[in-house]
């Protein structure tokens, strides 16, 4: 493979720490070392570095933050990513970029890449105005919708499950919104396809699709069926937000990559 300079932006968030494992030589920004919404560090920070390659993992991911910080969420998810898109145009660097499955309303209950986005939370709107951002400002990019993330390196459901399961008698899981568990390390290690495929949109997880709660039973024993309407939260959920991934070869089932998850965090 032709030797390229990357540059990993959110490289200390739970996708970007893996992403830094697959791809080692690369230069590596965390938060502290570069603000996406601030536009003029932005251009300097690429443009100084010089890659052909910037991927980006930064953005704010509180889905139910997102609603009591609108300002912040649109500047993080939608416009830092126009900038970062900017950059890349100046310096002709190609561009990977992950979105997320709620930037569709959940009335439908597949999604392909053609589908029209119609987002129902703060999070879904600020991830939709990255997209078009992006799509605005370069040509050659990679936006990559994701769901349901689980790794190493961050807070996820399976980390709640397992710590609810051993605070609580029993742990009630919404039963009626379904998507598709996707293992960070699954996904980082496809980079070097994703990297290679033709400009465009693209939906990548891991295979297989059920609900919170049978995800919440394959990591623990004592879990309760409810229903979102059981269990309110500040942001609407998609009631079925399951990503279609037809232009890519499919990646093994999320139960396998729990597996390897689970056996990696007790190691
Ligand atoms: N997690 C999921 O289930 C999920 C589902 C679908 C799509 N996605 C998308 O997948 C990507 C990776 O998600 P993740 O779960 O790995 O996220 P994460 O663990 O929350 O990491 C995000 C990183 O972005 C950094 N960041 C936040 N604001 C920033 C700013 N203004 N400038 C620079 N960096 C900033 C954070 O740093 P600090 O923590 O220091 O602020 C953190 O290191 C995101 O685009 C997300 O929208 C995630």
């Known amino acids: 493979m032709k030797i390229i300079k990357t540059l990993i932006i959110g490289a ?3 996708l970007g720490s893996d992403l830094c494992k697959v791809l080692p030589d690369s230069v590596k920004l965390t938060h502290r070392d ?3 919404t601030d536009r003029e560090q932005v251009i300097e920070s690429i443009g100084r570095i010089d890659p052909d390659l910037v991927i980006n993992a930064a953005a704010y991911t509180n889905v139910d933050g997102c609603e009591d910080n609108p300002e912040l969420a649109f500047q993080v998810n939608g416009f830092g990513p126009g900038y970062i898109a900017e950059a890349c145009s100046t ?18 209950k597949e999604y392909v890449e053609s589908d029209i986005p119609n987002p129902i939370n703060v999070y879904g709107h600020s991830k939709l ?3 078009k951002k992006i799509i605005e400002n370069m040509d050659d990019y990679r936006i990559v919708r994701i769901s349901w993330l689980f790794g190493i390196h961050g807070e996820n459901f399976v980390e709640t499950m397992l ?3 051993r605070e609580m008698d029993t742990v009630k899981v919404v039963h009626n919104q379904f998507g598709k568990p996707t293992y960070t390390m699954d996904l980082a290690t496809k980079i070097k396809e994703i990297i290679e495929l033709d400009p465009g949109i693209y939906h990548i ?5 059920c609900s919170w709660c049978e995800f919440a039973s394959s990591i623990i024993d004592n879990v309760i069926p409810c229903t979102s309407e059981e269990f309110p939260r500040k942001a609407k959920r998609p009631k079925y ?4 991934n037809n232009k890519t070869e499919p990646m093994r089932h999320w139960k396998e990559a729990l597996k390897v998850y689970l056996k990696e965090r007790n190691a």
């Not at 937000?241 to 279609?244: A, C, D, G, T």
């Open 163 to 165: 710590r609810l399961s």
């Open 34 to 36: 570069l603000d996406i």
């Open 129 to 131: 105005l990255g997209e």
């Open 205 to 209: 997880t891991n295979d297989g699709v």
């Open 241 to 244: 937000s399951v990503l279609i």
């Open 12 to 14: 200390s968030g739970m």
């Open 91 to 108: 310096i002709g660097a190609k561009l990977v970029h992950f979105s997320t499955d709620y930037v569709f309303d959940g009335s439908k």
